[in-house]
């Protein structure tokens, strides 16, 4: 079962900046879509980001100039820079597949909070 822990979320106040990170495992790491999600209250979860095994990247349109996804194959890790943050950036931000197959296994996310 591939696992994915997600870390780096926290309180940070608008405008601010926070890196998230996720460490998965699988030997077939390198040559998958890979993007990270985000569910805040209330809302369905929703792709805000996504790298290809070719480093093509795209982006959720309230996201994009502020985020940016990329990843490290030799470490089995995907990245989110997050800066400019907005109160609306808020939720729970998860890694997964592109796109996450149905039943995929979720792990438990990382929480951002932007608040003053």
């Known amino acids: 079962q591939v696992q994915l822990v997600e870390s780096g979320g926290g309180l940070v106040e608008p405008g601010g900046s926070l890196r998230l990170s996720c460490a998965t495992s699988g030997s077939i790491f390198s040559i998958l879509t890979m993007g990270w999600y985000r569910q805040a209250p209330g809302k369905q979860r929703e792709l805000v980001a996504s790298?290809?095994?070719?480093?093509?990247?795209n982006y959720e349109a309230s996201v994009k100039g502020r985020f940016t996804i990329y990843r490290n194959n030799a470490m089995n890790a995907v990245y989110l820079s997050m800066n400019s943050l907005k109160r609306e950036d808020t939720a729970v931000y998860y890694c997964?597949?592109?796109?996450?197959?149905?039943?995929?296994?979720w792990g438990q996310g990382t929480q951002v909070i932007v608040s003053s």
């Open positions: 790298i290809t095994a070719s480093l093509s990247t």
């Open positions: 997964n597949l592109v796109p996450a197959p149905s039943g995929a296994y």
